[in-house]
T-cell receptor, first 113, second 113 residues
Framework: GDSVTQMQGQVTLSEDDFLFINCTYS??????LFWYVQYPGEGPQLLLK?????NKGISRGFEATYDKRTTSFHLQKASVQESDSAVYYC????????????FGSGTRLLVSP | EAAVTQSPRNKVTVTGGNVTLSCRQT?????MYWYRQDTGHGLRLIHY???????QIGDVPDGYKATRTTQEDFFLLLELASPSQTSLYFC????????????FGSGTRLTVL
């Protein structure tokens, strides 16, 4: 079935470190891929979106690139800040309308000052 | 910006108890969703609705009922609560069935003793 895999349960960094969060997916449809972010005490919110047409999404200093060959959709940021501490979800939306939504298990990012 | 309000914020009940979680959205979105969030599983869809009186089954519906009474209001019902239903519950709304436009509430933490 359709799935999203985030192997890193938690990532701990210091401010100004480089961030890389791994995500791979499996689907038989044409995917639309998203990253959602959840700050403490809040619900998840959309961070960025990538379709198979444009391959890359950028938002608030975060960047994600879709690689069809490896079915990966990793999230990167050049220099993290303490305020980036949150849980990051890789999300698969299937079909041209994002009909079926599958969330990954989430990666908790802790950034120390 | 879409506003989704959940109540109560926290709820404690006993095994076999009857619980209703409430969700109201104020932007006239067509779609509303109930998710549960558990460590290691991310967010899992319980039920969703595309309008008043409509109900669609999600991925983990067992033990849950839901009802959409109006465009704004979506309720999740646990008629015989069990400890396995201890979780953080999120309601979300969307103008269409597309992942990038999911607007989440702040969650209800339910504990079943």
């Amino acid at each position: 079935g359709d799935s999203v895999t985030q192997m890193q349960g938690q990532v701990t960094l210091s401010e100004d470190d480089f961030l890389f969060i791994n995500c791979t997916y499996s689907t038989t449809w044409y995917p639309t891929l998203f990253w959602y972010v959840q700050y403490p005490g809040e619900g998840p919110q959309l961070l960025l979106k990538v379709t198979t047409a444009n391959n890359k999404g950028i938002s608030r200093g975060f960047e994600a690139t879709y690689d069809k060959r490896t079915t990966s959709f990793h999230l990167q940021k050049a220099s993290v800040q303490e305020s980036d501490s949150a849980v990051y979800y890789c999300v698969l939306g299937e079909g041209t309308g994002g009909y079926k939504v599958v969330f990954g298990s989430g990666t908790r990012l802790l950034v120390s000052p | 910006e879409a506003a989704v309000t959940q109540s109560p914020r926290n709820k404690v009940t006993v095994t076999g108890g009857n619980v209703t979680l409430s969700c109201r959205q104020t932007n006239s979105h067509n779609y509303m969703y109930w998710y549960r969030q558990d460590t290691g599983h991310g967010l899992r869809l319980i039920h969703y609705s595309y309008g008043a009186g409509n109900l669609q089954i999600g991925d983990v519906p067992d033990g849950y009922k839901a009802t959409r009474t109006t465009q704004e209001d979506f309720f999740l019902l646990l008629e015989l609560a069990s400890p396995s239903q201890t979780s953080l519950y999120f309601c979300a709304s969307s103008p269409g069935h597309r992942a990038e436009t999911l607007y989440f509430g702040s969650g209800t933490r339910l504990t079943v003793l």
